[in-house]
């Protein structure tokens, strides 16, 4: 007894010397203030409050206060002050606390503490009443019940054990409604999930809860986001702990663990985790306890809200009373995880929270990484005669047949049904047959449904099967020659016999263009190859091939046969002709004719006028046939060489991609360790799909490329479609010796680019770093461009954001929504080691990609972090660091133009406030300039577009005065208060308690005015300090200490105890957690 008196007394002296000290300031602050400073009242009450402030954190810090003091007057009329203590609570608040005189009887019981303060005549007395350390006092746990009326067994052996180790448990049905949960999780630190009590409403009430979740429910795994299907049981009694560094297994080394007195239902999660969940032990080979942290991403790619916890025991059979010490120490161990984070004082809740203490060093956060290591299928030959990328149409009684040309020529008995024909598409009405016969077997895209992909008309049939493939296959798209001479220009033949090369030698002619009239009869000798850079016009005339001889014609325009003409009309000979059309939108038109050989074109191919092919042929579009016949050579159809689609691993979080067209892998990559992926630079892409996990509002792309050419623009890594859409459409590219980046935002296009510094043949790094403090493009390590633009991928570009697929190598600046279809600019030449981050790069961490190595962990200088521990943290980014200083001690001080400002919207904040009625806001902060001509912007809670009728609260300095500017239901309330105090540090509290509106400097009430209806605030907006949010105009100048955000209005004596100058010199740190019950009594 006398220990905890002698402590008490100690207590006492400090707190008045304290609040003798607190008057003394306060009285300096304002002409208010010295007003109040002539009431000896304002003595008396300060002296009381913070005598009762002082040993309620006493009592609080204590567990054996109890056996330590005994219930009655614990201080009498000492120095001006006395201190009772009383077990119970002032029911009828009649002033009397009704007690039953034992503090140690009864360890649940509820306590009062009473405090009278004496000045100068005055007196002036407050109370106190809180739960104890011990039996419910600590952090308040929301238990999931089937009755809160009338509790299981289980239950019951589950609340009291929270109960007893110090938790304050509050009960909610399982079936409750949306607004009860809401109402009680705004109560709570934590939800505690039993095995007994899920059910769907559960999940479908906690998915997106903003508070701590600890679940030992198997069947709410996948709405906790830690997997993405329910977990599964299995019997037994021990878990093998596979990380003891986590807190919520501290004091555990690695190993087994018996968490059960004997063979129990535990939990195996069985399915995928979520890609940010640590998983922190095992039962046999599968993961037995998860945790996510707070904006980890979950299984279904979401954001988590706060954090969760699924506990390795669960099942409705599980019983609790069979879980020992251990297992019970994983249980509090995570409650106290989830529940660490949240804050209140009283019934406010701490919603955001800055203190402008610069964050720990941390490596960048990895999002993706397609290191393109990978092993694909192997090129397969397919005996496909007829291969089209998308339509086949054959009308007027076309048709498709097969031969051998190793039996002679076609026809007669050489004529068979055997021909295989495939499209790649599965889009419906592709594949149309009219009145004509496939005279085989037919083959449309993976996916594709074959009733609305194929129609036959007119009796039309498909003598053979009609299939899906098993995977959709590209040919190999045609190439110019290499090694050519130079071109000697147009080439016209205008009847006559010519001939070209010469028997038993190769010859290379390369024209600009050729055209053939007048029947000419041109013979080719020898093994010829023919580079056209433009266009063949066969008009009237035949090309002839002498007997051993060879042709190989390449084009890069349409070639176009007409009028019965013909190019290697022998359909015995098909594997002595091969025509090329290189680009991929031109075409090979027959109108009438004949042509044996393999046909490769990038184009459309028609057919017209009773045209007939012999042999085989590719089209990376269409194949036409109006009037005409195909008649595949089985003995050249092997000759076909496919690259199977295969998958390119993102090594981060399974966002895989797919490839298309021609794709080579295990290609040497940018160091001798690694390998890339060689893209044909016309067919050859990746596409990974959209995920609402790289809806990113900052962050950085890296990646390697070499360019064989550089020749006009060239896709790398984009995610775009044709116009702005949402914002946040995204372009990494090369355009001739140049690499650039373009990032948009929903009304405006930033362009970045970087000398001609590129190479061919050569690898180069490139950086793109995005969001909060600016785009920055660095290539092989040197920044290049820079650009004020502070949108990224997600909402942060002001709009929605960017959905669009990822695709590697082609640029999609003509394609429509949510889709690659229409891609352009392919790149020929090799990618590796793609990585996206959901954090800045800094030139170091770059420098150290480039040398192979892994970014260091670094702290950002342009962070300014939410530490409130409630939902997703609201961080605020600095616009321009370098005209910030971070202050040793804690703070930043602004010494010229920027804004401090959040990326994205913060919703938490004003859907909390607008749900509770109610708001506190606090600034520690100390000003620097006053009259510098204009308003300054402490800090606002506005639109992304600024507009002047969505702000939901704009503290302003008007040169020395405040301006306080608040919304409500209809309309907004603006103050304007008393002087400032310039150069000297001041906490500055508004307080919105539904009714009436208040202003508190230092502690100090400077106005109470109504508020005009309770507040309601827009979602869409975001938090700035130093400036007008989103304008950057009206700067501040000076110091920011605090700035925390609540969901209720914070009284008189809270407000003194933890945010006055004295308070904020005890620390930088949010209030300790503490529930309390302030009563005034004159």
Same mark, same amino acid.
């Given at each position: 007894? #006398?220990?905890?008196?002698?402590?008490?007394?100690?207590?006492?002296?400090? !707190?008045?010397? %304290?609040?003798? /000290?607190?008057?003394?300031?306060?009285?300096?602050?304002?002409?208010?203030?010295?007003?109040?400073?002539?009431?000896?009242?304002? *003595?008396?009450?300060?002296?009381?409050?913070?005598? =009762?402030?002082?040993?309620?954190?006493?009592?609080?810090a204590q567990t054996d206060w109890r056996t330590a003091l005994t219930e009655g007057d614990l201080i009498t009329s000492h120095n001006g002050v006395s201190l009772t203590l009383a077990d119970g609570l002032d029911t009828d608040d009649d002033g009397t606390v009704e007690s039953d005189g034992d503090l140690n009887d009864d360890l649940a019981d509820p306590v009062t503490l009473t405090a009278t303060a004496f000045f100068?005549?005055?007196?002036?007395?407050?109370?106190?009443?809180?739960?104890?350390?011990?039996?419910?006092?600590?952090?308040?746990?929301?238990?999931?019940?089937?009755?809160?009326?009338?509790?299981?067994?289980?239950?019951?052996?589950?609340?009291?054990?929270?109960?007893?180790?110090?938790?304050?448990?509050?009960?909610?049905?399982?079936?409750?409604?949306?607004?009860?949960?809401?109402?009680?999780?705004?109560?709570?630190?934590?939800?505690?999930?039993?095995?007994?009590?899920?059910?769907?409403?559960?999940?479908?009430?906690?998915?997106?809860?903003?508070?701590?979740?600890?679940?030992?429910?198997?069947?709410?795994?996948?709405?906790?986001?830690?997997?993405?299907?329910?977990?599964?049981?299995?019997?037994?009694?021990?878990?093998?702990?596979?990380?003891?560094?986590?807190?919520?297994?501290?004091?555990?080394?690695?190993?087994?663990? *018996?968490?059960?007195?004997?063979?129990?239902?535990?939990?195996?999660?069985?399915?995928?985790?979520?890609?940010?969940?640590?998983?922190?032990?095992?039962?046999?080979?599968?993961?037995? =306890?998860?945790?996510?942290?707070?904006?980890?991403?979950?299984?279904?790619?979401?954001?988590?809200?706060?954090?969760?916890?699924?506990?390795?025991?669960?099942?409705?059979?599980?019983?609790?009373?069979?879980?020992? !010490?251990?297992? +019970?120490?994983?249980?509090?161990?995570?409650?106290?995880?989830?529940?660490?984070?949240?804050?209140?004082?009283?019934?406010?809740?701490?919603?955001?929270?800055?203190?402008?203490?610069?964050?720990?060093?941390?490596?960048?956060?990895?999002?993706?990484?397609?290191?393109? &290591?990978?092993?694909?299928?192997?090129?397969?030959?397919?005996?496909?005669?007829?291969?089209? +990328?998308?339509?086949?149409?054959?009308?007027?009684?076309?048709?498709?047949?097969?031969?051998?040309?190793?039996?002679?020529?076609?026809?007669?008995?050489?004529?068979?049904?055997?021909?295989?024909?495939?499209?790649?598409?599965?889009?419906?009405?592709?594949?149309?047959?009219?009145?004509?016969?496939?005279?085989?077997?037919?083959?449309?895209?993976?996916?594709?449904?074959?009733?609305?992909?194929?129609?036959?008309?007119?009796?039309?049939?498909?003598?053979?099967?009609?299939?899906?493939?098993?995977?959709?296959?590209?040919?190999?798209?045609?190439?110019?020659?290499?090694?050519?001479?130079?071109?000697?220009?147009?080439?016209?033949?205008?009847?006559?016999?010519?001939?070209?090369?010469?028997?038993?030698?190769?010859?290379?002619?390369?024209?600009? $263009?050729?055209?053939?009239?007048?029947?000419?009869?041109?013979?080719?000798?020898?093994?010829?190859?023919?580079?056209?850079?433009?266009?063949?016009?066969?008009?009237?005339?035949?090309?002839?091939?002498?007997?051993?001889?060879?042709?190989?014609?390449?084009? #890069?325009?349409?070639?176009?046969?007409?009028?019965?003409?013909?190019?290697?009309?022998?359909? /015995?000979?098909?594997?002595?002709?091969?025509?090329?059309?290189?680009?991929?939108?031109?075409?090979?038109?027959?109108?009438?004719?004949?042509?044996?050989?393999?046909?490769?074109?990038?184009?459309?191919?028609?057919?017209?006028?009773?045209?007939?092919?012999?042999?085989?042929?590719?089209?990376?579009?269409?194949?036409?046939?109006?009037?005409?016949?195909?008649?595949?050579?089985?003995?050249?159809?092997?000759?076909?060489?496919?690259?199977? @689609?295969?998958?390119?691993?993102?090594?981060?979080?399974? +966002?895989?991609?797919?490839?298309?067209?021609?794709?080579?892998?295990?290609?040497?990559?940018?160091?001798?360790?690694?390998?890339?992926?060689?893209?044909?630079?016309?067919?050859?892409?990746?596409?990974?799909?959209?995920?609402?996990?790289?809806?990113?509002?900052?962050?950085?792309?890296?990646?390697?490329?070499?360019?064989?050419n550089l020749s006009g623009k060239q896709g790398l890594l984009t995610k775009d479609s044709k116009d702005r859409d949402n914002g946040g459409h995204l372009s990494i590219y090369t355009d001739g010796s140049r690499v650039k980046a373009t990032i948009e935002s929903r009304n405006s296009t930033y362009n970045l680019q970087s000398g001609n510094n590129l190479s061919p043949s050569t690898w180069h790094h490139v950086t793109?770093?995005?969001?909060?403090?600016?785009? $920055?493009?660095? =290539?092989?390590?040197? =920044?290049?461009?820079?650009?004020?633009?502070?949108?990224?991928?997600?909402?942060?570009?002001?709009?929605?954001?960017?959905?669009?697929?990822?695709?590697?190598?082609?640029? $999609?600046?003509?394609?429509?929504?949510?889709?690659?279809?229409?891609?352009?600019?392919?790149?020929?030449?090799?990618?590796?080691?793609?990585?996206?981050?959901?954090?800045?790069?800094?030139?170091? *961490?770059?420098?150290?990609?480039? %040398?192979?190595?892994?970014?260091?962990?670094?702290?950002?200088?342009?962070?300014?972090?939410?530490?409130?521990?409630?939902?997703? @943290?609201?961080?605020?980014?600095?616009?321009?660091?370098?005209?910030?200083?971070?202050?040793?001690?804690?703070?930043?001080?602004?010494?010229?133009?920027? %804004?401090?400002?959040?990326?994205?919207?913060?919703?938490?904040?004003?859907?909390?406030?607008?749900?509770?009625?109610?708001?506190?806001?606090?600034?520690?902060?100390?000003?620097?300039?006053?009259?510098?001509?204009?308003?300054?912007?402490?800090?606002?809670? $506005?639109?992304?577009?600024?507009?002047?009728?969505?702000?939901?609260?704009?503290?302003?300095?008007? +040169? &020395?005065?405040?301006?306080?500017?608040t919304k409500r239901a209809s309309g907004y309330r603006q103050v304007l208060t008393s002087s400032i105090v310039n150069g000297a540090r001041q906490v500055l509290v508004v307080t919105h308690d539904g009714t009436n509106l208040k202003f508190y400097v230092d502690g100090t009430l400077e106005f109470t005015t109504s508020a005009g209806g309770a507040p309601v605030w827009y979602d869409q907006g975001g938090i700035g300090?130093? /400036?007008? /949010?989103?304008?950057?105009?009206?700067?501040?100048?000076?110091?920011?200490?605090?700035?925390?955000?609540?969901?209720?209005?914070?009284?008189?004596?809270?407000?003194?105890?933890?945010?006055?100058?004295?308070?904020?010199?005890?620390?930088?740190?949010?209030?300790? @957690?503490?529930?309390?019950?302030?009563?005034?009594?004159?």
């Amino acid at each position: 007894m #006398r220990r905890g008196v002698a402590l008490l007394l100690v207590l006492v002296l400090l !707190a008045v010397g %304290s609040s003798m /000290a607190l008057s003394f300031i306060a009285a300096q602050s304002t002409t208010l203030a010295i007003s109040q400073n002539l009431q000896r009242k304002a *003595q008396a009450r300060a002296n009381a409050e913070l005598l =009762l402030f002082a040993v309620s954190r006493y009592l609080e810090a204590q567990t054996d206060w109890r056996t330590a003091l005994t219930e009655g007057d614990l201080i009498t009329s000492h120095n001006g002050v006395s201190l009772t203590l009383a077990d119970g609570l002032d029911t009828d608040d009649d002033g009397t606390v009704e007690s039953d005189g034992d503090l140690n009887d009864d360890l649940a019981d509820p306590v009062t503490l009473t405090a009278t303060a004496f000045f100068d005549g005055v007196e002036h007395t407050v109370s106190r009443a809180f739960w104890p350390a011990v039996g419910g006092g600590g952090p308040a746990i929301l238990m999931i019940v089937g009755d809160d009326s009338s509790l299981t067994a289980q239950e019951s052996l589950r609340h009291n054990f929270l109960y007893n180790h110090g938790y304050n448990v509050l009960l909610l049905n399982a079936s409750a409604s949306t607004t009860d949960y809401n109402n009680a999780i705004s109560e709570a630190e934590a939800v505690y999930v039993p095995a007994t009590a899920h059910t769907p409403s559960v999940g479908n009430r906690l998915d997106d809860c903003l508070i701590g979740i600890v679940s030992e429910a198997s069947g709410y795994t996948d709405n906790l986001g830690l997997a993405s299907s329910d977990s599964v049981t299995s019997s037994g009694t021990t878990i093998t702990i596979t990380d003891a560094s986590h807190p919520i297994l501290g004091g555990y080394s690695t190993g087994p663990l *018996q968490i059960t007195g004997s063979s129990a239902s535990l939990v195996r999660h069985a399915s995928t985790s979520g890609s940010d969940a640590a998983s922190l032990a095992s039962l046999g080979a599968q993961t037995a =306890l998860l945790a996510l942290e707070t904006a980890g991403i979950r299984a279904d790619s979401s954001v988590s809200p706060a954090r969760r916890v699924a506990l390795p025991w669960g099942a409705a059979s599980f019983d609790f009373a069979e879980l020992n !010490a251990d297992g +019970r120490t994983i249980l509090t161990q995570s409650i106290d995880w989830v529940a660490s984070g949240a804050s209140r004082i009283g019934n406010a809740r701490l919603l955001a929270f800055y203190n402008f203490i610069q964050g720990d060093p941390i490596p960048p956060q990895l999002l993706a990484h397609w290191s393109m &290591d990978d092993t694909p299928p192997a090129t397969t030959e397919v005996g496909f005669g007829v291969l089209a +990328r998308d339509s086949i149409k054959l009308w007027n009684g076309s048709s498709v047949d097969s031969y051998q040309s190793t039996l002679g020529s076609y026809g007669g008995s050489n004529i068979g049904a055997q021909a295989n024909l495939a499209t790649n598409t599965t889009e419906n009405n592709k594949v149309e047959v009219s009145g004509g016969t496939i005279n085989g077997n037919l083959s449309i895209g993976l996916g594709g449904t074959i009733n609305n992909v194929v129609k036959l008309y007119n009796g039309a049939a498909v003598t053979g099967t009609t299939e899906i493939l098993l995977s959709n296959n590209e040919v190999a798209p045609p190439a110019d020659h290499a090694g050519m001479p130079g071109h000697t220009g147009n080439r016209t033949d205008n009847g006559g016999n010519v001939s070209l090369g010469t028997d038993g030698h190769a010859t290379d002619y390369h024209f600009n $263009q050729w055209v053939i009239n007048n029947g000419t009869q041109v013979t080719i000798h020898g093994d010829v190859r023919i580079q056209l850079n433009n266009k063949l016009d066969l008009n009237d005339g035949d090309i002839i091939l002498a007997p051993d001889a060879t042709l190989h014609l390449a084009a #890069r325009h349409n070639i176009t046969v007409n009028n019965g003409s013909s190019i290697n009309a022998d359909s /015995a000979r098909t594997g002595a002709f091969v025509l090329d059309i290189t680009t991929s939108n031109r075409s090979l038109t027959l109108n009438g004719g004949v042509v044996a050989g393999t046909l490769r074109v990038g184009g459309d191919i028609t057919l017209n006028n009773n045209a007939a092919v012999y042999g085989k042929l590719s089209t990376n579009d269409d194949l036409i046939v109006n009037n005409g016949s195909i008649h595949i050579d089985l003995d050249r159809v092997s000759d076909i060489v496919t690259y199977p @689609p295969f998958d390119v691993a993102d090594e981060r979080a399974s +966002r895989d991609g797919r490839t298309s067209g021609v794709v080579l892998a295990e290609q040497p990559g940018f160091d001798t360790d690694s390998t890339s992926l060689a893209l044909d630079g016309s067919t050859g892409v990746v596409e990974v799909p959209h995920d609402n996990a790289f809806m990113i509002d900052r962050g950085a792309i890296s990646l390697w490329f070499r360019a064989e050419n550089l020749s006009g623009k060239q896709g790398l890594l984009t995610k775009d479609s044709k116009d702005r859409d949402n914002g946040g459409h995204l372009s990494i590219y090369t355009d001739g010796s140049r690499v650039k980046a373009t990032i948009e935002s929903r009304n405006s296009t930033y362009n970045l680019q970087s000398g001609n510094n590129l190479s061919p043949s050569t690898w180069h790094h490139v950086t793109f770093v995005f969001g909060s403090g600016g785009a $920055q493009l660095y =290539l092989d390590g040197n =920044l290049v461009d820079t650009d004020l633009h502070n949108g990224g991928i997600g909402s942060s570009s002001g709009g929605t954001g960017n959905e669009e697929p990822w695709l590697i190598g082609a640029m $999609q600046e003509l394609t429509g929504n949510r889709t690659t279809s229409g891609w352009n600019h392919p790149f020929e030449g090799r990618i590796d080691d793609i990585r996206v981050y959901r954090t800045r790069l800094s030139p170091t *961490q770059i420098a150290d990609i480039l %040398s192979g190595n892994e970014p260091a962990a670094e702290a950002d200088p342009t962070l300014v972090e939410d530490r409130s521990g409630y939902g997703i @943290p609201a961080h605020l980014y600095i616009k321009d660091p370098d005209r910030v200083s971070w202050l040793p001690d804690g703070g930043v001080e602004i010494h010229n133009n920027t %804004s401090i400002e959040s990326p994205s919207m913060i919703s938490k904040v004003s859907q909390a406030v607008t749900a509770a009625g109610q708001f506190s806001l606090v600034i520690d902060y100390e000003p620097g300039v006053l009259n510098q001509g204009s308003d300054q912007d402490i800090l606002s809670y $506005q639109s992304f577009a600024g507009a002047s009728n969505q702000e939901n609260i704009e503290i302003e300095q008007r +040169r &020395d005065r405040y301006n306080v500017k608040t919304k409500r239901a209809s309309g907004y309330r603006q103050v304007l208060t008393s002087s400032i105090v310039n150069g000297a540090r001041q906490v500055l509290v508004v307080t919105h308690d539904g009714t009436n509106l208040k202003f508190y400097v230092d502690g100090t009430l400077e106005f109470t005015t109504s508020a005009g209806g309770a507040p309601v605030w827009y979602d869409q907006g975001g938090i700035g300090l130093g /400036a007008e /949010a989103y304008k950057y105009n009206e700067p501040f100048r000076g110091k920011l200490f605090r700035v925390a955000f609540y969901d209720g209005a914070l009284s008189e004596q809270e407000i003194i105890g933890n945010y006055t100058t004295q308070t904020s010199e005890a620390g930088l740190g949010p209030p300790r @957690p503490a529930r309390w019950d302030w009563n005034e009594r004159n």
